[in-house]
């Protein structure tokens, strides 16, 4: 896929990636992809978004529960992290980093909002759903009516627990890589991973009775 | 004494066993908490994040390149040493032509021979005559770095044709090379900061 990001600054022309030159930035690791990036190689960030922009939208979808604000707020991600990465300095993985800057544009953005519950979900039939199980439509019914009841239950849990629990959960973060994310440590994650669940079944419990 | 919440996440992450903690074996009350957490992991895991068409990926791609095309580019070391280097060479180029000046005023002046095209780098035939630290890299590099440029950052930087005492530079004595090569590192290492 050539990009189609070309930057130019006053009097340099502007500059446009071959094929050849696409798949040689393909193959660098983050932290070369970021220095590219710096170097004003066009196309590196779009590598970046290219290879973020899954899990990014999957956090963000997690903490709004619909397509469209995950969307939004995953296009906010990636600009602010376009701005900061100039402040980026290595130190933590490119994907840690990227995680942060999710968390906090979401929990900014989830407290400004009324906590989601249940009827806020967007409805299944406008969700851009690809089925690869062979359920039937009553059973994918039911399993999108529980996952809808469960969002909405996560929806309520406290910021910490919920992004502790999501990242842990759903993204398979390591303790100490949500501790560096969260900016906590690691006895601390797990005491709110424990404390997330807790009260993800008590909520669960309270909307079945 | 009851397992702690951090005990009771890392048995039921299997991080560690459950053998490694004989109070299990006696405590109902952290047993219960052990299947409960066990049994919420799980219903927690299933939900999935629905999977978006194809065309959504390329849709925020092109979005967040829209919302990139009005930033500045970022301004990483890279950039604005490229931006800068005219004027670095600028600066070099009026340090050796000061070096020149000083050096003239207290050693026997050197006529350079005539030569027949301007250049901005010393010419084949006239590095031939110069000593061998000519060879020298921080000479050689200003060398690279200048032969393509165009005549007018040529000009810019401070170059002027033929006949004219900076193309004395390119018949200096050892000495003056010497003097030449460490004060265009120091140049160089003053514009890259």
Redesign the interface.
């Known amino acids: 896929m050539s990009s189609s990001l070309a930057w130019s600054l006053p009097g340099w022309p502007a500059l446009s990636m071959t094929e050849t030159e696409t798949r040689s930035l393909a193959q660098l690791n983050d932290s070369a992809l970021v220095a590219e990036c710096l170097a004003g190689t066009p196309g590196a960030f779009d590598l970046i978004v290219e290879r973020y922009r899954r899990p990014i939208y999957q956090v963000c979808y997690r903490f709004v529960g619909n397509h469209e604000d995950a969307s939004d707020l995953s296009q906010d991600v990636f600009l602010r992290a376009y701005r900061g990465l100039k402040n980026f300095r290595g130190q933590a993985a490119l994907s840690t980093w990227l995680y942060r800057i999710g968390v906090n544009v979401c929990l900014n953005r989830v407290s400004t909002k009324k906590p989601l519950d249940s009827t806020t979900n967007e409805p299944i039939e406008t969700q851009n759903l690809i089925d690869a199980t062979n359920d039937s439509p009553a059973e994918r019914l039911m399993r999108e009516e529980q996952s809808a009841r469960v969002r909405a239950a996560i929806a309520r849990l406290p910021d910490k627990q919920r992004a502790t629990l999501i990242l842990r959960t759903y993204h398979e973060l390591s303790h100490q890589e949500i501790a560096d994310i969260l900016g906590s440590s690691v006895g601390a994650v797990k005491a709110n991973f424990f404390h997330a669940l807790a009260n993800l079944k008590k909520i669960l419990d309270a909307s079945h009775a | 004494m009851h397992l702690t ?2 005990d ?3 048995i039921a992450e299997g991080e560690r066993t459950e053998a490694s903690a004989p109070h299990l074996a006696s405590c109902a009350e952290c047993r219960r ?1 052990l299947v ?2 066990r ?3 799980s ?11 194809p065309l ?2 390329d ?7 829209d ?3 009005e ?1 500045p ?7 604005w040493l ?2 800068a280097l005219p004027f670095a060479l600028a600066t070099a180029a009026a340090v050796v032509i000061a070096l020149v000046a000083t050096t003239r005023l207290i050693a026997p002046h050197v006529e350079p021979p005539p030569t027949d095209a301007f250049v901005a780098v010393p010419p084949p035939s006239a590095r031939d005559t110069l000593a061998p630290d000519v060879a020298d890299p921080s000479l050689a590099f200003v060398a690279e770095l200048t032969q393509d440029l165009g005549w007018e950052e040529t000009r810019e930087a401070g170059l002027a044709p033929r006949g004219s005492a900076e193309h004395a530079v390119t018949h200096l004595s050892e000495d003056e090379l010497r003097q030449l090569r460490d004060l265009l590192k120091e140049a160089m290492a003053k514009s890259s900061d």
């Open positions: 919440p951090e009771l996440i890392d908490q409960d957490l049994a919420v992991m219903t927690a895991a299933d939900v999935e994040v629905p999977e978006p068409s959504s990926w849709h925020l791609s092109a979005r967040v390149n919302a990139i095309a930033e580019a970022p301004a990483g070391w890279n950039w490229r931006a």
